[in-house]
């Protein structure tokens, strides 16, 4: 794996607003929706996308490719406005992805809507910061293995039975790490255009929720690199039969049902064989350069997050 083939960036971005005054929160939302009707209405591409009748009902910013017809073929959101009430509290919710804001040369209408809640004394805060890390032409990344104990773990399979997605940690934690196939979700969309020189493209998504996200943020993404390595289980200092128990853990997180003769006191001990043999691997040079992807592209991140909320996270 080599360093030219990594390239860190925000995927997401979920950022909360409080106008000063919250007894204007509705209006907010209301004058919000105008101003990108009259800012997009000379657009042939971009417009609102309405998804639901009343005003307090949710919109949104799409991209639409038309056909010759004039008809929108592909619509990609590409930013989602809300009220949301949770726990007694209110606030206006905004949900996009950067990246897609890029694709499109579009960043300026992020530009529309901060403008309009900076007008209304507005304080921002993020509930949600998905950095990514694309791995160009490391087909090998897919091994990769998380050595946190107690980080649940769920695979999916595609209809060939090739693995496409892995995630770490539970939808509802404060913290989701996700390695997915891109270049297979690429090939789905019908508009894709791939460069023939990239034969594998996997990308490392981790999703931070609430609780961290503070200026510690940029920390706390390294740190989170330490806790993964990429070991085969062929390299593993093993007896042979408990390499094919590490087969089975990678496989199939249940082990038990393929050996129900073993007691769980046994199991767990052999779970911590394989977990001591994953840490003694010396696999530093691909953690190293992962690592290194991210600290040297840090100032790239922190530019990119700078255009969107104003909020120190480390960067």
């Not at 930013?79 to 300026?108: A, H, M, Q, T």
Request: with cysteine.
């Amino acid at each position: 794996m080599d360093e030219s083939d990594l390239f860190c960036s925000i995927d997401r971005l979920t950022i909360l607003a409080e106008p000063k005054n919250e007894k204007r929160l509705s209006w907010v939302h209301r004058v919000l929706k105008r101003v990108l009707m009259t800012e997009l209405s000379d657009s042939t591409n971009l417009f609102v996308d309405e998804m639901g009748d009343t005003v307090m009902s949710p919109y949104g910013v799409a991209y639409g490719v038309r056909d010759e017809y004039g008809e929108i073929e592909f619509k990609e959101n590409l930013i989602y406005c809300e009220i949301l009430e949770r726990g007694g509290y209110v606030d206006l919710r905004y949900d996009f992805n950067p990246n897609s804001l890029k694709k499109w040369d579009v960043e300026w209408v992020w530009n529309v809507v901060r403008n309009v809640l900076d007008e209304f004394g507005s304080e921002y805060r993020l509930s949600r910061f998905d950095l990514a890390i694309d791995v160009i032409n490391t087909p090998e990344i897919f091994e990769l293995k998380c050595t946190r104990q107690g980080v649940t773990r769920k695979l999916l399979f595609g209809r060939s039975g090739a693995l496409e997605t892995i995630y770490w940690g539970s939808r509802q934690s404060d913290v989701q790490v996700r390695l997915y196939n891109k270049l297979k979700e690429m090939k789905s969309y019908e508009r894709a255009e791939l460069d023939e020189s990239i034969k594998s493209f996997w990308r490392l998504e981790m999703q931070m929720r609430t609780k961290k996200i503070d200026r510690t943020l940029a920390q706390e993404f390294s740190d989170r690199l330490d806790g993964f390595s990429l070991v085969p289980v062929s390299a593993l200092d093993l007896k042979p039969e408990l390499k094919r128990f590490a087969m089975l853990l990678e496989s199939d997180g249940d082990v038990a049902v393929w050996y129900p003769e073993v007691d769980e006191r046994t199991l767990r001990r052999w779970k911590a064989k394989v977990r001591k043999a994953r840490e003694d691997f010396d696999d530093d040079a691909y953690r190293k350069v992962l690592k290194n992807a991210l600290h040297n592209q840090m100032q790239d991140i922190k530019s990119e997050l700078d255009k969107y909320v104003d909020v120190y996270l480390g960067f």
